[in-house]
């Protein structure tokens, strides 16, 4: 096979389409594997920032940006047409949920359109982001055999799910296995030969809905556990039993448990979207998932929960109403050290806060400015307010979202008349006070 030997000897061209927080730190292991990637994207300022040698993706260094590009190795265009020179391309594209909670695959289903073009014979198309089983053999498959192309005889089809943790620096894209599958025996074939020239381990699953299957399995996995606790700090805090020690207590046994943390709502592209890809598809077979839904239910109820702790605290701490206060919310990221905002109750909370007559503000060190949302437009550019003595004191509270390294938690104790902390990262710090208060 022609495809096989140019992807075994590194000649392959990569086409990586989508270079946000997945496609970025892919395309960038693929060429330091040796191969010359093109990176395809819509965004002007990408392309801009790439050019310039500089990464907007905390998980890639600008020195590892500049190498790839220096080298030839990496280049990125906004002109599609270049699809058609390359003979591996991976869609690394938005997979959201729309208002309902169904999934959107139009990023997909475009992205498939724009391959078409310029579809040809011995082409591997790779499709990385999270979506329900039998998207790839089914609309990935159409869209691209409109061309009379078929996939398995002309051009090959392949799933791999992208398993990246923003933050966790234990793990890159290169050494975190990857689960990989063909649409048949070929294209598996071509599959373990491309990812096995970039990753350590590759996790070959015997069809691509299984590979679909297993990165829902893990975030389904994630969020129902993490509604279980959210779930039980209402319940403990009701009986006076702080459930951060609980869980200390908890992981001390050592089999049978693992730990996961509340906080203030969940966050992340994935988590809390992915769930809902799966129970939308079971819906065609008339089967129910009461669990996972939940889940769902519990998770997105917990930045109402926090308001309601803030106003109560406010109300019987400082004889204060929520609609006369101004608040300062700590953490705008989804999870703490990363620049990631993307699903983060953090924005849910600033607009009940405001909802409710507040005026809110935030701070993170990793968030300078609200970029555009597709949820919360009317944050946009609202900046991280300085974290100083004088600043926290023009705050009534101070509700903890994030618990980022790096903050003098001990200070900001001082400073803040009343501290709502969702994370436990005051008693984390050995930091107790009558005016600190868990949510």
């Known amino acids: 096979m022609a495809l096989l030997s140019l992807i075994e000897s590194r000649s392959a ?12 730190p892919l395309a960038m292991a693929v060429a330091r594997a040796g191969f010359t990637v093109v990176g395809f994207d819509t965004d002007p300022t990408k392309i801009t920032a790439i050019e310039a040698r500089q990464s ?3 998980a890639v260094p600008d020195a590892v940006l500049a190498a790839e590009v220096t080298a030839g190795r990496f280049t990125a265009t906004g002109d599609f047409a270049g699809l058609g020179a390359c003979d591996v391309i991976v869609i690394c594209v938005p997979t959201p949920l729309t208002r309902h909670r169904e999934p959107d695959l139009s990023f997909v289903t475009r992205t498939c359109a724009d391959i078409a073009r310029t579809l040809r014979r011995d082409q591997l198309i790779v499709l990385e982001s999270t979506t329900y089983p ?3 053999d089914g609309p990935v498959r159409h869209v691209l055999e409109e061309t009379g192309l078929v996939s398995g005889r002309d051009f090959y089809l392949g799933f791999s799910p992208e398993r990246e943790d923003p933050g966790n620096r234990a793990f890159d894209t290169s050494t975190i296995p990857k689960v990989i599958a063909g649409d048949g025996p070929e294209a598996g074939r071509l599959m373990q030969a491309f990812y ?10 015997s069809t691509t809905a299984t590979a679909e299957a297993v990165k829902l399995t893990e975030n389904v996995f994630r969020a129902v556990n993490i509604a279980l606790v959210n779930e039980l700090k209402i319940i403990y805090e009701a009986m006076g039993v702080d459930i951060w020690e ?6 001390t046994k050592p089999f049978g448990y693992m730990p996961f943390y509340p906080g203030p709502g969940l966050g992340g592209h994935c988590i809390p979207i992915d769930p809902f890809y799966l129970t939308w598809k079971s819906r065609e077979y008339d089967l129910s998932t009461r669990f996972i839904e939940l889940a769902g239910e519990i998770n997105s109820a917990m930045p109402r929960h926090v308001v309601g702790r803030l106003a109560g605290a406010l109300d019987q701490h400082l004889g204060r109403a929520l609609s006369r206060s101004r608040v300062l919310i700590m953490g705008l990221a989804y999870k703490k050290n990363v620049p990631d905002i993307r699903e983060s109750p953090s924005l849910k909370l600033i607009e009940l806060i405001e909802e409710r007559g507040g005026k809110a503000d935030y701070h993170d060190p ?23 003595e004088t600043a926290v004191r023009g705050y009534d509270a101070v509700l903890v979202s994030t618990d980022h390294d790096g903050v003098d938690y001990a200070a900001l104790g001082r400073w803040a008349p009343l501290i709502i902390d969702t994370r436990n990262v005051f008693a984390r710090n050995g930091i107790s006070a009558p005016h600190i208060f868990k949510a």
């Open 13 to 24: 061209r990569v086409g990586v389409i989508g270079l946000g927080y997945v496609g970025l």
């Open 56 to 58: 907007y993706i905390e």
């Open 134 to 136: 039998g998207t790839t």
């Open 196 to 205: 096995g020239a970039v990753v350590k381990t590759t996790v070959p699953v």
């Open 246 to 251: 609980v869980i200390e207590a908890a992981k």
């Open 366 to 388: 990793f968030v300078p400015e609200i970029p555009a949302t597709r949820a919360h437009g009317a944050l946009k550019g609202r900046l991280s307010v300085p974290l100083d």
